[in-house]
């Protein structure tokens, strides 16, 4: 059964920092992994898609890195802003077309 | 613009009531699914149908029910047999990657 787990829980950061968010899942054997930000009370907003065949995405000051064969990807974010504070939500997608969930890590930028 | 809308934002059921929350999308998405998140649980699958006319139960399908008779649409009726239904329901659709409505927040009177 496939697991996703998202690292650290809470994270607080001082503006103008770079950052990395990190997500584990147990069955390489993925069809793509998507990065979203939830805003409280709102719904996901997608960041990026990394498809099984690819390695890394890029998006303005986001990057985000994919290795299967280790199961990890990781969501880097540059230069910080207040604005960027949310719920960063990292999601598998499997060969039934089900997105499996990680808990998600909360981002607190200080102004 | 094309995405997925989602209605209402807020719901109130009382006990023993039928609900019905809606999910329209305009992306021309074979695919739609209905997720449940609840605070500390992440989301949860609830029903997904990947084409018209046919759907599967997800993860947590008890005391719920869907109908897929258009492409465009996914309704969700949340029933008196679910006992828990207080949570932020999503509706997605699967392109290229998922896109999210905005939800809709259920809480039982």
């Known amino acids: 059964k496939q697991e996703v787990t998202q690292i650290p829980a809470a994270l607080s950061v001082p503006e103008g920092e770079n950052l990395v968010l990190n997500c584990s899942f147990t069955?390489?054997?993925?069809?793509?992994l998507q990065w979203f930000r939830q805003d409280p009370g709102k719904g996901l907003t997608s960041l990026l898609l990394i498809q099984s065949s690819q390695r890394e995405q890029t998006s303005g000051r986001l990057n985000a890195s994919l290795d299967k064969s280790s199961g990890r990807s990781t969501l880097y974010i540059a230069a910080s802003q207040p604005g960027d504070s949310a719920t960063y939500l990292c999601a598998v997608q499997i060969n039934t077309g089900k997105l499996i969930f990680g808990q998600g890590t909360t981002l607190q930028v200080k102004p | 613009d094309g995405g997925i809308t989602q209605s209402p934002k807020y719901l109130f059921r009382k006990e023993g009531q039928n609900v019905t929350l809606s999910c329209e999308q305009n992306l021309n998405h074979d695919a739609m699914y209905w997720y449940r998140q609840d605070p500390g649980q992440g989301l949860r699958l609830i029903y997904y149908s990947q084409i018209v006319n046919d759907f599967q139960k997800g993860d947590i399908a008890e005391g719920y029910s869907v109908s897929r008779e258009k492409k465009e649409s996914f309704p969700l009726t949340v029933t008196s047999a679910q006992k828990n239904p207080t949570a932020f329901y999503l509706c997605a659709s699967e392109g290229y990657g998922y896109t999210f409505g905005s939800g809709t927040r259920l809480t039982v009177v």
């Open positions: 069955d390489s054997a993925i069809y793509n």
